[in-house]
T-cell receptor
Framework: EAQVTQNPRYLITVTGKKLTVTCSQN?????MSWYRQDPGLGLRQIYY???????DKGDVPEGYKVSRKEKRNFPLILESPSPNQTSLYFC????????????FGPGTRLTVL | DAKTTQPTSMDCAEGRAANLPCNHP???????VYWYRQIHSQGPQYIIH???NNETNEMASLIITEDRKSSTLILPHATLRDTAVYYC????????????FGAGTILRVKS
């Protein structure tokens, strides 16, 4: 089944404790991205990747890192999480170019205390 | 900034057609209209997209006006499971284009 998976689905952590949210897709998609969703602010793109070893900032990259060492994986790294990073996070992937359907993962709900 | 405007919310009776409008007055010639929906904090789900012709798939129909400045998503027989936030998005064909999500329309399907 074609899908985007994220882990963990729920995470409660404390300020400053490094964490990684994994994202994996099985559709051989070139393009992958991370979004965060907050009430009243909608979905905002954090980082995206056009292909292996090619990443770029989205609209709200501060406090986040990503890597793309393999085509299928695109982890989101929070080196020193802060309470303002409490949010619902979505990973997405699609074939490069347009028009193409973008597939989203199920989401990771992160709480930083 | 999102390039589209949509009503904040709409209601629809179960079994009836749901018609969701979207305005995109500044759409460019190379930009497509996409529709996604999000059911209660799940990941957004692709519904349909179009350039200038009307499109239909197993989920919905997309009607785009001739001047391409507005469109309507039609769910022909809405069910309770279609209750969701529906996003109308305009995006170009450029390599690496991103989807910019606005506030969307909350569609409530009622029995």
């Amino acid at each position: 089944e074609a899908q985007v998976t994220q882990n963990p689905r729920y995470l409660i952590t404390v300020t400053g404790k490094k964490l990684t949210v994994t994202c994996s897709q099985n559709m051989n998609h070139e393009y992958m991205s991370w979004y965060r969703q907050d009430p009243g602010l909608g979905l905002r793109q954090i980082y995206y990747s056009m292909n292996v070893e090619v990443t770029d900032k989205g609209d709200v990259p501060e406090g986040y890192k990503v890597s793309r060492k393999e085509k299928r994986n695109f982890p989101l790294i929070l080196e020193s999480p802060s309470p303002n990073q409490t949010s619902l996070y979505f990973c997405a992937s699609r074939l490069a170019g347009a028009p193409n359907e973008q597939f989203f993962g199920p989401g990771t709900r992160l709480t930083v205390l | 900034d999102a390039k589209t405007t949509q009503p904040t919310s709409m209601d629809c009776a179960e079994g009836r057609a749901a018609n969701l409008p979207c305005n995109h007055p500044t759409i460019s010639g190379n930009e497509y209209v996409y529709w996604y929906r999000q059911i209660h904090s799940q990941g957004p789900q692709y519904i349909i997209h179009g350039l200038k012709n009307n499109e239909t798939n197993e989920m919905a129909s997309l009607i785009i006006t001739e001047d391409r400045k507005s469109s309507t998503l039609i769910l022909p027989h809405a069910t309770l499971r279609d209750t969701a936030v529906y996003y109308c998005i305009v995006s170009s064909m450029e390599y690496g284009n991103k989807l910019v999500f606005g506030a969307g329309t909350i569609l409530r399907v009622k029995s």
